[in-house]
């Protein structure tokens, strides 16, 4: 499948919305709003790469990036026929929660354990990741889409593969 040039632009961080994905130091990043100490913040997870997982925080002075351009949008998507496990990456996987699906990302402390947090898909903070017994595709795509016809794929953006190996 081929996705149209125009569906993309270059924009930096601290200007997008959350729940937008965007091309950052040779990864796709996902935008979401993280809440410390009561206040909003924007940060993003690293869907890819050696960071895939961690949550940031956006600073003043990132560079721009490439997101999509305005209208088009992304949903995520799993394999056909693939089942949720839970024995993938909790970080940067999709979850499926009561709540509908989230992305988690986490902060590590100095000795390697993470606070973990969950996202919706439009980036808002839900709290602290789903805890049990929870159902993760640890390999999902995002989707380009237009809001028009919201679950219709005009192609593969990314592929995120968080299968533990």
Do not use: Y
């Amino acid at each position: 499948m081929i996705i149209p040039a125009e569906a993309f632009a270059e924009r930096v961080p601290q200007d997008l919305a959350p729940g937008s994905v965007f091309w950052f130091r040779e990864a796709w990043a996902f935008l979401v709003s993280h809440e410390l100490d009561d206040v909003p913040v924007k940060s993003f997870i690293m869907l890819q790469g050696d960071r895939a997982g961690t949550l940031f925080k956006v600073v003043e002075g990132m560079p721009a990036c490439l997101t999509l351009a305005d209208p088009f949008a992304w949903f995520p998507a799993v394999p056909n026929g693939t089942l949720p496990s839970r024995d993938v990456f909790e970080t940067a996987s999709l979850s499926v929660t009561a709540s509908g699906p989230v992305v988690v990302g986490g902060i590590p402390d100095r000795w390697g354990e993470a606070d973990m947090f969950a996202f919706s898909l439009d980036g808002r903070s839900l709290g602290e990741a789903p805890r049990g017994a929870v159902n993760r595709h640890g390999k999902w795509t995002a989707e380009l889409c237009h809001p028009s016809r919201p679950f219709v794929s005009l192609g593969q953006i990314f592929e995120v593969d968080r299968l533990r190996v």
